[in-house]
């Protein structure tokens, strides 16, 4: 390794020495076999009678021992699911809880969706006679909602609590709350780090069963100087290892989907040039939006020989799994929410891991035998730069969602909600407020009819509203196609590297005026007349496998309609009706063009791009409603369309006032008839 700088693994990494097992002698082993060689096994009675002793336990224990896998089956088998009574374990992500039900479906020899299932936000997979039932944190919180004592659960499990979802957090607290008006259910928390302490003192001291881990040592390699790009430095390492190392799988740790995709391109194109003269290379990407059918090869044994490279996001720091790791490459980022309360912008923004991260991505190359973690970034950075822990997402994230819910399970004061880090007072506020402009609370902080329609539906507040207000533009079939298709949006369009100039001519052949939603809902309608077609969307460079996904969520949120009443109504002509459904929902998100011909958004004058793949990137309308940000070299609003300012006022007359939406023709606005935005939503 050229550039690397070996410096030795700390005593911590180093763990006591145990035999290793091979990966042939592993695949020999039965599934039964491989249950009984895992770090939990031996404690199972202890665990058992643990739990039958007290009502809340935090477990710990490293990554790979057994906890998520393991612990839903011994209770299982100590009788927690008799009389169809459930074991509920949340996972922070939809791929683990799909992935990790797929398994225990296998080694309990059940069919994945009846006893064993798992359901995440727009895909349920379980059944009556589910009885473990994995899950996302999320699905449990709107579980709350239909049945708030959670009756049906003899077991719950909060798995994954280290990371410190905001949804996991909230969980914190109700859980805590419903174990006291049920002495029978029984509470594990489960964490692979060391939060174990902090976690037991918000359970009121609850007892800490540790798992003691198995760990070889790791040694971690550092750079010399920063790397400047660090996806083409990735790539590199993965071949020098592949090249120069011993066998053993690797592991890279990226940020998102794109990255993961240019990654896998770079690698493919790279071992092509090099033939024959290398091993066999299988590059195996694993992100959230990974169709579920090619997730499964990150855990395919790698033939005699070969050597898989697994290109993760950091889904796999804890949440997976994977054996035969050695290698590890971890750039040192992550992609995280970044919220700015007094601005109310929110972006997914690439940002440097903690320490805490760091190390359990390193851990990952040492769970079966001893292995190599390759930090792309200097010792000194590690030491100086790195915060020792991830801040909590509860404190870096828009709240107008769990807000909405917690109000609609009747938690008014949310001051005094019993949170186990507290969300900036700011951040509160923000999230009332804009509850407020959007109709769902009123001016005393209750939820209004709207309110209580909007929590039904899993999404944003916003993209609830604009659902919701589709019923007064009498287009809810075609807002529904939209909001379906935005929830899959950046993987409809397909652009291999080698037909570019095809694939972006098909994406511009749906282009239609008002903009990029009422192009995405071309793609639809069209996809619909064709039957569905796969060779279509093929012609048509559009990815089929997310056209199914967007009908889908698209068949759901028709239900989710029917049970708030709104009747389906289609205007598909009509798109000045369609995009002033969505400009009630997403009135925040408005930008408009200054004096130099840049745009900034309204209220907080913030410079804002259109996305370059956007329809309207050329034409540059006046007026703009965008429907998310994201931050690389610039802020730029992915998806718009073009709105008149006039409308701003029609549905948001709460929020703006005439005097802000003057747009320099001299041309008057008409007066704001509503009732002017007032202080009363402070009060909570
Ligand atoms: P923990 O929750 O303690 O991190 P898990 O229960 O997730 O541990 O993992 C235990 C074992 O099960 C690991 O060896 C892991 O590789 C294996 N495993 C988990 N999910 C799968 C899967 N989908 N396919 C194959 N093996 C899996
Ligand atoms: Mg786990």
Not at 364 to 390: D, I, P, Q, V
Request: net charge neutral; with cysteine.
């Amino acid at each position: 390794f050229v550039q690397a700088l070996q410096i030795p693994g700390t005593k911590k990494d180093k763990g006591k020495k145990e035999p290793e097992i091979s990966e042939t002698e592993k695949k020999k082993m039965s599934l039964e076999e491989t249950k009984k060689s895992l770090p939990i096994y031996p404690f199972k009675d202890d665990l058992i009678a643990a739990m039958e002793q007290f009502q809340v336990l935090i477990i710990e224990g490293e990554t790979g021992s057994g906890k998520t896998t393991q612990i839903p089956q011994y209770l299982y088998e100590a009788g927690y699911c008799k009389k169809g009574m459930k074991v509920g374990c949340t996972q922070p992500r939809r791929v683990a809880a799909m992935s990790v039900a797929a398994r225990v479906a296998e080694e309990m020899g059940f069919k994945l969706g009846n006893e064993v299932g798992y359901s995440i936000r727009f895909e349920d997979c379980t059944s009556e006679r589910t009885i473990i039932k994995y899950m996302t944190d999320g699905m449990l919180l709107r579980e709350f909602l239909s049945e708030p004592d959670l009756a049906a659960y003899s077991v719950l499990i909060v798995d994954e609590a280290h990371e410190r979802t905001l949804h996991t957090d909230i969980l914190f607290g109700l859980v805590k709350d419903i174990a006291r008006f049920r002495p029978d259910l029984k509470l594990l928390i489960s964490s692979a780090t060391l939060d174990a302490e902090k976690f037991s003192q918000f359970f009121d001291d609850a007892p800490v069963f540790r798992i003691p881990g198995r760990r070889f040592p790791v040694d971690i390699y550092y750079t010399k100087a920063p790397e400047a790009d660090y996806i083409d430095a990735a790539v590199v390492s993965v071949l020098q290892i592949h090249c120069t190392q011993p066998d053993g799988d690797i592991l890279v740790f990226l940020t998102g989907q794109e990255e993961i995709e240019t990654a896998t391109e770079m690698l493919q194109e790279r071992t092509k040039k090099l033939g024959s003269k290398i091993r066999e290379l299988i590059i195996a990407p694993i992100y959230a939006n990974l169709p579920s059918d090619l997730q499964s090869k990150i855990f395919e044994p790698t033939p005699p020989g070969a050597r898989k490279v697994v290109l993760a996001t950091n889904i796999a720091e804890t949440s997976l799994t994977i054996d035969g790791i050695k290698f590890v490459i971890d750039p040192g980022f992550c992609k995280q929410n970044s919220y700015n309360a007094r601005t109310g912008m929110e972006s997914l923004v690439v940002t440097p891991i903690s320490k805490a991260s760091a190390n359990q991505r390193a851990g990952r190359a040492g769970r079966t035998s001893a292995g190599k973690c390759f930090r792309l970034y200097t010792a000194w950075a590690y030491k100086n730069e790195l915060e020792e822990n991830t801040i909590p997402e509860i404190q870096r994230t828009n709240l107008g969602n769990v807000v909405l819910l917690l109000k609609s399970l009747g938690i008014n004061d949310l001051i005094h909600f019993d949170f186990m880090d507290p969300p900036p007072h700011e951040t509160l506020v923000l999230a009332l407020e804009q509850l407020y402009a959007l109709g769902a609370l009123n001016h005393k902080g209750e939820l209004t009819k709207l309110g209580r329609k909007m929590a039904e539906f899993p999404v944003d507040p916003m993209l609830s509203k604009m659902i919701l207000a589709s019923e007064k533009y009498k287009c809810s079939k075609e807002i529904i196609t939209i909001a379906s298709m935005l929830s899959v949006n950046n993987s409809i369009f397909y652009r291999p590297k080698d037909k570019v100039v095809h694939a972006d001519t098909a994406r511009q052949n749906f282009f239609l005026p008002g903009g990029d939603h009422i192009t995405l809902m071309n793609v639809y309608n069209q996809w619909e007349e064709t039957g569905h077609s796969t060779q279509w969307c093929y012609e048509n460079f559009i990815q089929h496998r997310s056209m199914k996904r967007a009908r889908d969520v698209r068949d759901q949120l028709e239900g989710l309609l029917e049970r708030v009443e709104i009747e389906l109504t289609t205007n598909p002509m009509d798109t000045v009706a369609i995009r002033k459904a969505i400009t009630a929902g997403f009135f925040y998100h408005t930008a408009r063009m200054d004096k130099g011909g840049n745009y900034k958004t309204v209220k907080y004058h913030q410079t804002v791009m259109i996305h370059p793949n956007s329809s309207l990137f050329e034409d540059r309308p006046k007026w703009l409603i965008y429907h998310e940000l994201v931050f690389t070299t610039k802020e730029f609003m992915r998806q718009v369309i073009e709105i008149e300012n006039s409308w701003l006022l029609e549905v948001a007359p709460h929020y703006y006032k005439a005097k802000e939406l003057e747009d320099g023709s001299g041309r008057k606005m008409p007066k704001n008839t509503g009732k002017s935005r007032d202080e009363v939503t402070r009060k909570y």
